[in-house]
């Protein structure tokens, strides 16, 4: 009996990306992190003063800490704090990554319906990265 | 016998990290303007330090209850620490993506996960994480608690009564995934088989994710206690494909949810980097213990964790 029953040509590409991917933005994570405690970057919310604003709500703390949200923290990564979200975002975007990986995949199959859905999903991930959805708050 | 002694040792200090905590908040969380002031008399990296520490057990207590990290993180750290509640679902969602994406690309590889049926339950719930995750920043921070400690206490109900099918019995795929070809085979090692799957009921399972998303993305907690029953229950996939392809979903539902809370700032890297680093290393060193022991009580103490940090929520919530 064959013991190793292959994944699919597309699943095995996502599989690959994703785990470049994922080690890639943990070890950004990390090193990003060891930046911001050594305090080799200055952060623009200094160390000692954040038991202030964590127990804030968010919109509070934006206000307070003067943070814009969105994609504002790109023009911030000089400062340790916000370094950090360089690895958090790449984090949050290689489901992006891997979706685009198997686009192609699917349409050689032609297996277009999938092909669709994978562009849909990933319109939708684009959507909630781009930051244009704010919420109200409170 | 030297395993279990040290499960009841690590279970211990887990506890008594979870009161001394608790304790500290207690004693400050009559008001939340009382909170900041006494969470800024400690210095600030006592918290962040306390939090690697409890994560780090949490993530033991996860793989070896069977649950997600995500499902333990919020009640537990919005029940006890300083941390406003934004904040700690900003940070649940992406210890649970973290968890995910680790998880992910073994678990597609050994055609344990399965894409084609992960795909089109992906797009539904990361579509309706986004609305969640928007709703959770949008609501009152006393209604979101509220329905966190209800939906922590409904968890606890459906840990504790739903049972699990290993094959369930799927007599005819229906007409949606016959015609998306959602179907599969994976080896078995423990009886040496190949097992041949597919679903039924996919309308009624793709109606019930639009619920699971938006309650992942409002509460930040992962999804893995509600897509195991519905992948599994409802839709008939094997026990083995409905808990790697509810772990891979997470990965898509999280990212969409995460985004919106990074967008709006709902991100502190302070409580997020120890937080997944913690539940990382807790999560080997459990996959460890398991491998030599199987302590069927640790299920009871995280129901039990559970149901307390939930009743927390939903009093705080309340405002009693």
Redesign the interface.
Known sequence: ?D??????E???A???I??L??KA??LM??V??IV?LSGLLPPHVP????????????KK??AAAH?H???SWLFMIGKG?FL??VG??F??G???LCYMR?IPIFFRKKDR??GI??I??VL??V?????I?????? | MRGSAALILFLTIFLLALSITGYAVASTDAA?AT??AA??N?P??V?PLVLFVVTFLMGIVAVLGGVGGGVLFVPIISGFF???L??VRGAGL?VA??GA??A???L????MA???LA??V??IA??CA?VG??LG?????NIVQTALGAAILGIVGIMMIAKKSVYPEVKKPDALST??RING???E?SS???VSWQIHRTPQGLATFIIIGVMAGMFGLGAGWANVPVLNLMMGAPLKVSVATSKFLL??TD??????Y????????????PS??GIMLGSIVGVRILAKTKPAAVRYIVIVILLFSGARALLKGLGI
């Open positions: 009996m013991k190793k029953i292959k994944a699919t597309e699943q095995l996502y599989a690959n994703l785990e991917g994922m933005g943990l994570l990390i990003t992190f911001y160390v000692k003063d954040l038991p202030m604003y964590w127990s804030m709500p968010v703390y934006l943070i949200p969105g994609w704090d950090n979200f958090i975002a984090l949050a290689v489901t992006i198997i319906v999938y859905l994978a849909i999903e939708i991930l959507l909630a990265a781009s930051g959805l704010k919420s109200g708050g409170h | 939340s909170a900041v969470s800024s400690v600030w990296w918290w300083p941390f406003h934004d904040f992406l993506l973290a994406l680790a992910g690309p073994g597609l590889k050994k055609n399965d894409l084609r795909l089109p992906g797009v990361s579509a986004i995750a928007m920043l949008a609501l009152p921070t015609a998306l085979i994976y080896y090692p040496d088989h190949e990965s898509i990212t969409s949810a995460a985004w919106i990074v967008n709006n700032g709902a991100v502190l890297p302070m409580m997020v980097v997944i680093i």
